[in-house]
């Protein structure tokens, strides 16, 4: 029978407390992180925010870079939200630097500069959800609240054989009360932790290590055979895709820049001119290029050689983007859809916060 998220723990073992065998193996296992030595909360913080979308090994080089720039809480709210995004590009989904900022600065005004202990607080925060709350409460003040992230829904899916979607709210929230009492039975930050830690090393969404997982006497989905089963999830529908052209434009030694609306998608980045197009045929692509810069920017192109063609997948669609060479024929850049627009030297370019296709964009053309 289905064993739905928010019963008792059907089908465990409970001939010894796999919360126990959980956090021996922890200490015994965890890597060495930098936000781990000292848990402060701001360290907590930025780590839980990057960790979002980005695997721990990419965002590594990251997080010092940050925390070099931005040591303290107070140091990144006095800081320019232009140097922040700078810091993260190529980190991707731009929006949880911008709201860190925003964040940051808030925690100044309204709380002194400490981080709220109260999870009803510290969620009004921009970019800071439930399971945010958790992993900063958990980790620096040993609040015991679960951190229920996609590995520790995988983990407890596995362990008790639920066979709710793990994508449906309901589910994690049955998921972390059912959690609830398990955790206060150990030290909070390191539960949570290690369990996230399990779920990143040993129970892998592919080809799990059963064999030296530290739940495997109790795990109800290995006893069952059926660990590919879970967890399960509602198929997705297709991602769309999209062709979009851009022109690296040129006027008098300098190329065009424009900065995008600092809300919304990939807000206060800097970009080449261009944008989304239909189903035209590719041989339409200049005609459609020139009539974009136009109206974006204000300027007449005249539309030479592709440059490089980049396919990106976003969370929730993928662009194929052209990329051409452009000569500015007549008009005044004006920043008729973005928040400024810049004549840059070429050799300035990579100054200019910009997302990952930004930033492939300048490689292609410095080849
Ligand atoms: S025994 Fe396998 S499926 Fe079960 S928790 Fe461990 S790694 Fe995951």
Redesign the pocket.
């Known amino acids: 029978m289905a064993d739905g998220a928010g019963k008792k723990d059907v089908g465990v073992s409970k001939r010894t407390n796999w919360v126990t065998d959980l956090v021996e193996w922890y200490d015994a296992n965890r890597r060495k992180l930098p936000w781990r030595s000292r848990p402060r909360p701001y360290a907590v913080w930025v780590s839980e925010i990057m960790l979002q979308q980005t695997q721990v090994d990419t965002m590594l080089p990251y997080y010092r870079r940050f925390m070099k720039r931005f040591p303290s809480l107070r140091s990144l709210a006095a800081a320019d939200v232009h140097d922040v995004l700078s810091l993260w590009q190529g980190l991707g989904y731009y929006a949880r630097a911008r709201n860190l900022h925003r964040a940051s600065q808030l925690v100044v005004e309204q709380h002194g500069g400490r981080m709220p202990r109260d999870p009803a607080v510290l969620r009004k925060l921009p970019g800071i959800g439930e399971y945010t709350v958790a992993a900063i409460l958990s980790i620096s003040f040993e609040i015991p609240l679960p951190v229920v992230d996609g590995n520790v829904a995988?983990?407890t899916a596995?362990?008790w054989a639920i066979h709710d979607d793990v994508g449906r709210p309901a589910t994690r929230k049955a998921i972390a009360d059912r959690l609830t009492g398990p955790i206060q039975t150990v030290s909070p930050g390191t539960f949570n932790q290690a369990m996230m830690e399990?779920g990143a090393l040993?129970?892998r969404p592919r080809d799990?290590?059963?064999g030296v997982?530290?739940?495997?006497k109790h795990?109800a989905?290995?006893r069952q055979k059926r660990?590919g089963d879970?967890p399960v999830k509602k198929k997705r529908k297709a991602v769309p895709q999209y062709d979009v052209v851009v022109g690296v434009i040129h006027r008098r030694g300098r190329i065009l820049l424009a900065r995008r609306p600092a809300s919304g998608m990939l807000g206060g980045l800097w970009e080449f001119p261009g944008g989304k197009i239909g189903s035209e045929d590719a041989t339409a692509y200049p005609d459609t290029l020139c009539e974009k810069i136009l109206s974006e920017t204000g300027v007449e192109v005249k539309v030479g050689e592709r440059l490089c063609t980049i396919d990106h997948t976003y969370s929730h669609f993928k662009i194929r983007l052209h990329a051409f060479l452009c000569r500015a024929q007549a008009g005044r850049a004006r920043p008729l859809a973005s928040d400024e627009v810049r004549w840059v030297p070429p050799r300035e370019l990579d100054a200019f916060a910009m997302s990952t296709v930004g930033k492939k964009i300048v490689a292609a053309y410095d080849r």
């Open positions: 995988r983990v596995r362990l399990l040993i129970c799990p290590s059963c997982c530290p739940l495997m795990c989905a290995k660990v879970y």
